[in-house]
């Protein structure tokens, strides 16, 4: 038996989300339906977590088990050919068995786009939150503090998420703007809880919009209450960077 590691970037628009339901088409049911062709055998594909339906992935990190002898040259081109054009295999590598995809994370980095201008973007509409009020990027980056560290993170998870504990690590949380006028704001974390980043960014654009301040985060996150926070950013605005592993 074999342990084959893959690099996966999708766009996310089309799909219920990585999981398999029975509500929609999931990006993971396809790629075990690519493998199945492919190798012969009935695969589970297992990746390092969840993205939601309309999100997108430029690194996501999965495993499968086979006892195909096929090269990993063989593997990622045979896989690419059987997807569709809005998934993609970028890296296949054998590893060692003890390689969990989801167990072994060290930390994951999310970017969030927002298209701030006065006029709506055409080719981003799938890819960046259209905002036309300009956001004030000092007071956002003046709160970014506020949320690196361990926190209790209650306020900024749906309330359907599955963990029970709350508790998550933001190792890195950065702000820029290109001359595009496409604000991006990246997160690294030990662990992301269910729209974590969104309502995080949604509380972000409260603060560049001047609906909130500092002191209203301080509370919101001293409260564990999710019906304290603001709105949840869209999902079209958000990807999966990278996944680390130590």
Not at 81 to 101: G, Q
């Amino acid at each position: 038996m074999r342990n084959i590691k893959l690099i996966v970037e999708y766009d996310g628009t089309a799909y219920c989300g990585w999981q398999r339901q029975q509500n929609g088409l999931s990006i993971q049911q396809l790629l075990e339906e690519s493998i199945g062709r492919m190798t012969g055998e009935e695969s589970r594909v297992i990746g390092s977590g969840r993205t939601d339906a309309g999100v997108h992935a430029i690194g996501q990190v999965a495993h499968f088990h086979t006892a195909s002898r096929l090269g990993e040259r063989n593997i990622l081109m045979g896989i690419n050919s059987l997807l569709p054009a809005d998934i993609t295999v970028r890296e296949v590598r054998e590893v060692d068995l003890s390689f969990h995809a989801r167990f072994d994370v060290k930390s994951k980095v999310y970017v969030y786009r927002i298209c701030n201008r006065p006029v709506r973007p055409a080719l981003e509409r799938r890819y960046a939150w259209f905002i036309w009020v300009p956001l004030d990027l000092e007071r956002i980056g003046g709160a970014l503090d506020l949320f690196r560290g361990t926190h209790d993170f209650s306020s900024f998870c749906s309330t359907h998420t599955d963990s029970t504990d709350h508790i998550r690590t933001i190792l890195d949380l950065g702000l820029m703007k290109d001359a595009d006028d496409m604000i991006h704001i990246s997160m690294e974390a030990n662990g992301f809880l269910r729209y974590m980043v969104r309502n995080i960014v949604g509380a972000l654009v409260d603060i560049g919009r001047g609906r909130c301040s500092r002191e209203d985060v301080v509370g919101i996150l001293a409260a564990n209450d999710r019906r304290k926070a603001g709105m949840t950013a869209p999902p079209q605005g958000l990807f999966l960077k990278e996944v680390r592993y130590g």
